[in-house]
């Protein structure tokens, strides 16, 4: 990241992103902990059921609703990797068929005000971005798109 590039960025959120930056090997799994971590959270519904479990713990189905178009499997996959990374907890209560509950955990907890810093850049650079694509979307149809 060149000067240029990092503008008013904070010395340590600049001092962060060139760590990894220059980093030119590939590194066994598990190795690097951004590669580590951004695998899980970047995965396409981690974030939408960290956000839904903001509001208290959640039985399965209040889940899947709140997600919204999530298959059950795919949840029951999400989650169980969230609880194996320690991010969610489930608590399964004595009941004739047993109640289980997801929370999020205190290193869940510990993850939202980064989350919530990336929704609120979404929030505010939405428009930026959706005129960025189809900026590239007309210039790929006319033709204007050079390709290496």
């Not at 399965?60 to 609703?65: D, G, K, N, P, V």
């Not at 996959?77 to 955990?105: C, F, H, I, M, N």
């Amino acid at each position: 990241m060149t000067r240029e590039h990092a503008g008013n960025l904070p010395a340590d959120t600049l001092e962060i992103c060139q760590r990894y930056a220059g980093f030119d090997g590939v590194p066994a799994k598990g190795v690097c902990p951004v590669r580590d971590v951004l695998d899980r959270v970047g995965e396409k519904w981690t974030l939408l059921i960290l956000i839904a479990l903001t509001g208290g713990p959640q039985r399965f189905s209040a889940l899947q609703r709140a997600v919204g178009d999530i298959s059950k499997r795919m949840l029951t996959q999400t989650l169980r990797q969230l609880e194996r990374d320690g991010l969610v907890t489930r608590t399964v209560y004595p009941t004739k068929p047993p109640a289980v509950e997801y929370a999020l955990s205190p290193l869940g907890l510990s993850g939202l005000p980064p989350i919530a810093g990336l929704i609120a850049w979404a929030e505010s650079r939405h428009g930026a971005i959706r005129a960025a694509r189809a900026d590239f979307d007309a210039r790929e149809a006319g033709g204007a798109l050079a390709l290496p």
